[in-house]
């Protein structure tokens, strides 16, 4: 991470040429990730803080649950 903090730093949305450089480095990072816990690349979330990722599966979880509550019959 420190050379995409001190100098290789872009956003990754972006379309110049930083933010397509950093872009590459986030999804060889998530195809790592997703490689070492046997998932698929797009399960692989990183998020910018913990309050963030803590929401994200929260929201995960509500979303889940729902889903099974209209399935079960009731």
Same mark, same amino acid.
């Given at each position: +991470?420190?050379?995409?903090?001190? @100098?290789?730093?872009?956003?990754?949305?972006? +379309?110049?040429? *930083? !933010?397509?450089? $950093?872009? +590459?480095?986030? *999804?060889?990072?998530?195809?790592?990730?997703?490689?070492?816990? !046997?998932?698929?690349?797009? @399960?692989?979330?990183?998020?910018?803080? !913990?309050?963030?990722?803590?929401?994200?599966?929260?929201? !995960?979880? $509500?979303?889940?649950?729902?889903?099974?509550?209209?399935?079960?019959?009731?």
């Amino acid at each position: +991470m420190l050379p995409w903090l001190a @100098e290789n730093y872009g956003n990754p949305s972006s +379309m110049h040429e *930083d !933010g397509r450089r $950093a872009r +590459m480095a986030i *999804d060889e990072a998530r195809e790592t990730v997703a490689a070492a816990l !046997g998932c698929e690349f797009a @399960e692989v979330v990183f998020t910018s803080s !913990g309050t963030e990722a803590a929401n994200l599966a929260i929201v !995960g979880a $509500a979303l889940n649950y729902r889903a099974i509550a209209v399935r079960e019959p009731s």
